[in-house]
């Protein structure tokens, strides 16, 4: 009997149709095209616009592409989750609505939460679903609403952060193709460094907390910064060298669309040639949970069967990893 590994079988995605440029941004907060660009590498990115429209909205138009684009059944989807940190509201799970919204009757569905991480530990999860034998098929949407969270007076995270949302599905593969290898991590000392003090059973929602804009995304950018060039770069490193690859024999870098001098750290320690190093953060800004699948997508017609994909993230907690995966189609 053929071991059973767990593939991506089909990619989809949505972004929303409004841009916010660097230089709308130049007249909203103190900042300037060149400066984003210089430190992030960021010229625009997608801002969800409409009234009660959260991140399902996002997720359910990027599975629907993806049922689309496949030709898939929604009814022999087994599995929703859908991987984000601006859930539409707390308590009842976002993927439970996405999956009922585009006929996915026979699934099971809840939210993973692991800040820009969610995504690469939603393919962990997937995939050991997918490889248990019980399941055929897994839908994993990486999601995020982040302008629901943000200070469009704090230039350290407004020009950062865009809405956006992806999807992949994963299925059983006998041809030794998928998921290879997983090295994910995580550290609680970067609970202080990246977080939104309020909203949470700590701290619940009041009238101080909103007048005190305490239910923004707060970034120590520096520190955050240092902690995700190491984290990123030893991860795809030590994958790496647990499983014999060399920058020849590593086709494509999929890394969290953060901070392109993050990126190319990453890839530095890679020895990869820039050529495999797949980057849309001009476009999108940060998606958060949503940049490892709007990769996928964007490139999709690069990869080729067979070829060698390493995946890293980092994100606010700390988490973080990398994940070394097989294209199956």
């Not at 009814?75 to 991987?83: Q, S």
């Not at 991860?235 to 190319?264: F, G």
Request: proline content about 2%; overall charge negative.
């Amino acid at each position: 009997m053929n071991t059973i590994t767990s593939a991506i079988t089909a990619v989809g995605a949505y972004v929303p149709d409004f841009v916010l440029s660097n230089k709308v941004l130049e007249t909203m907060v103190d900042t300037n095209d060149e400066w984003i660009t210089t430190r992030t590498g960021i010229k625009e990115r997608r801002i969800l616009k409409g009234d009660k429209l959260g991140t399902s909205f996002l997720a359910i138009k990027a599975a629907q592409n993806l049922i689309e684009k496949s030709g898939l059944d929604p009814k022999e989807i087994d599995m929703v989750i859908v991987a984000t940190a601006t859930p539409d509201m707390p308590v009842a799970a976002t993927a439970v609505y996405v999956a009922t919204q585009i006929g996915a009757v026979n699934a099971f569905a809840y939210d993973l939460q692991a800040a820009c991480s969610s995504f690469l530990y939603g393919m962990s999860t997937a995939s050991a679903y997918i490889q248990s034998g019980r399941y055929k098929k897994v839908l994993l949407i990486g999601a995020d609403k982040m302008s629901s969270i943000i200070d469009y007076t704090d230039r350290a995270t407004c020009i950062i952060f865009g809405d956006g949302a992806g999807a992949v599905l994963f299925e059983p593969n006998t041809e030794g193709l998928g998921l290879q290898d997983e090295f994910l991590r995580s550290d609680g000392i970067g609970r202080e460094y990246l977080k939104i003090d309020a909203g949470g059973s700590i701290l619940p929602a009041s009238k101080e907390t909103v007048e005190n804009s305490q239910h923004y995304v707060f970034q120590d950018g520096k520190t955050v910064f240092k902690y995700a060039v190491t984290g990123m770069a030893d991860v795809s490193s030590i994958i790496m060298e647990r499983n014999n690859l060399t920058k020849d024999s590593v086709d494509w870098l999929i890394a969290h669309q953060a901070n392109r001098r993050i990126i190319d750290a990453t890839a530095s320690r890679m020895e990869l040639d820039e050529s495999k190093v797949l980057i849309n953060i001009e476009k999108y800004g940060n998606t958060t949970s949503a940049t490892l699948p709007l990769l996928l997508n964007d490139f999709e017609s690069k990869f080729k069967k067979g070829d060698n994909l390493i995946f890293a993230a980092f994100g606010g907690g700390f988490t973080w990893g990398s994940i070394y995966l097989k294209w199956a189609y």
